[in-house]
């Protein structure tokens, strides 16, 4: 199975503009996660789909959003970057097996607000 | 809230030392643990994971982890490191009521041949 993809791997954008980034999934998967990485903050939690519908939120403003679409495919939306959203974001697909329940990481897409 | 502590953040060793990594967790419930590993310029991978049944887990590279209740950790062991294993090493917690991951602050393995 191919693995998680992430579209683009790398943006620049300047203060106040909107930015959105796009993941797909492992094939078969339903859920997707999003994380924000940055060096001073570690890996945080931005939010899950599953079935189009988001299931959990992170701390995080009312400018971080994102959507799912019935083929699973996510995509998350900055509005009015500001420069402490430099990051790389990270999407994770998230398999369920029983009693396990595990997420599979995209290679990110870096982000830089200038 | 849930939260995972990594003791180390900077670790330097020579090839063919052994690792212990150590990582903690708050959470005194029933608890789903990862290490993660990221490689420099590549994405994070899944090393192991514990859901239950044997408190020694093994995951790939030879890493292995020990989940401990009493002691609240699930540390992170190789017995002979390679320079190859130079990473940024996650703890992580599955928060089973908000089915998100909860990040250690991550520890840097540094092998130097």
Redesign the interface.
Known sequence: KAGVTQTPRYLIKTRGQQVTLSCSPISGHR?V?W?QQTPGQ????LF?YFSETQ??K?NFPGRFSGRQFSNSRSEMNVSTLELGDSALY?C?S?ERSG??????????TRLTVL | AQSVSQHNHHVILSEAASLELGCNYSYGGTVNLFWYVQYPGQHLQLLLKYFSGDPLVKGIKGFEAEFIKSKFSFNLRKPSVQWSDTAEYFCAVLSGGYNKLIFGAGTRLAVHP
């Not at chain 1, 570690?42 to 939690?45: E, K, R, S, T, Y």
């Not at chain 1, 009693?99 to 990110?108: A, E, I, L, V, W």
């Open positions: 859920s996660s994380y570690g890996l945080q939690f899950e299931r959990n992170g990270l994770a998230r009693s396990t329940d595990t997420q599979y990481f995209g290679p990110g």
